[in-house]
């Protein structure tokens, strides 16, 4: 069975410029949740979304925000970008908001 | 302030030479513990969840443990495959997910 899928992989943004990351989670699962990831630090949780509606926010700019398609996929859309944006972006789905996390392969974003 | 923390930051071992990483944490509700596998430049892999104090889990030589106010990841005899980041994480009942900031395990032929 296919796991968490992530695309693109890499991408290099300019400071200023918008960025939109896409998550396909594991079949049959309904949540998706959206990690940042510096450098030498555990993930930072950004959003969750079950059945299509957010079931949580983390401490991130209104610069950042989400959405969860009928499918179950899910998008980040990231504004303005900043240079302390550049980091590894993780998806992780799972059966329920309340299930265990699985991780994609992360999309790796750096902002010049 | 909910708050993960783990320890050692970095741990070299020698192949064979048992070990274990710390994992404490003070929240204001628990619903749940979790260990992940993060290789470099991937995504972490889940390894266990821990509900309850007294719980253990245990998958080939990696053994985990939980008490009220920490949890351990015993690892036994060690290969270099086990070469890792270990990352802990802590539901909260909001659902929400508190990563620490990992241990970075090293381990040598």
């Known amino acids: 069975d296919a796991g968490v899928t992530q695309s693109p992989t890499h991408l290099i943004k300019t400071r200023g410029q918008h960025v939109t990351l896409r998550c396909s989670p594991i079949?049959?699962?309904?949540?998706v949740s959206w990690y940042q990831q510096v450098l030498g630090q555990g993930p930072q949780f950004i959003f969750q979304?079950?059945?299509?509606?957010?079931?949580g926010r983390g401490n991130f700019p209104d610069r950042f925000s989400a959405r969860q398609f009928p499918n179950y996929s899910s998008e980040l859309n990231v504004n303005a970008l900043l240079l302390g944006d550049s980091a590894l972006y993780l998806c992780?789905?799972?059966?329920?908001?309340?299930?265990?996390?699985?991780f994609g392969p992360g999309t790796r974003l750096l902002v010049l | 302030e909910d708050q993960v923390t783990q320890s050692p930051e970095a741990l070299r071992l020698q192949e064979g030479e048992s070990s274990s990483l710390n994992c404490s944490y003070t929240?204001?509700?628990?619903?749940?513990l979790f260990w992940y596998r993060q290789d470099p430049g991937k995504g972490p892999e889940f390894l266990f969840t821990?509900?309850?104090a007294g719980e253990e889990k245990e998958k080939e030589r990696l053994k985990a443990t939980l008490t009220k106010k920490e949890s351990f990841l015993h690892i036994t005899a060690p290969k270099p495959e086990d070469s890792a980041t270990y990352l802990c994480?802590?539901?909260?009942?909001?659902?929400?997910?508190?990563f620490g900031t990992g241990t970075r395990l090293q381990v040598f032929p």
């Open positions: 992780a789905s799972s059966l329920s908001n309340r299930e265990t996390q699985y």
């Open positions: 994480a802590v539901r909260l009942y909001t659902d929400k997910l508190i």
């Open positions: 079949s049959g699962h309904k949540s």
């Open positions: 979304y079950y059945e299509k509606e957010e079931r």
């Open positions: 821990l509900y309850s």
């Open positions: 929240v204001s509700g628990l619903r749940g």
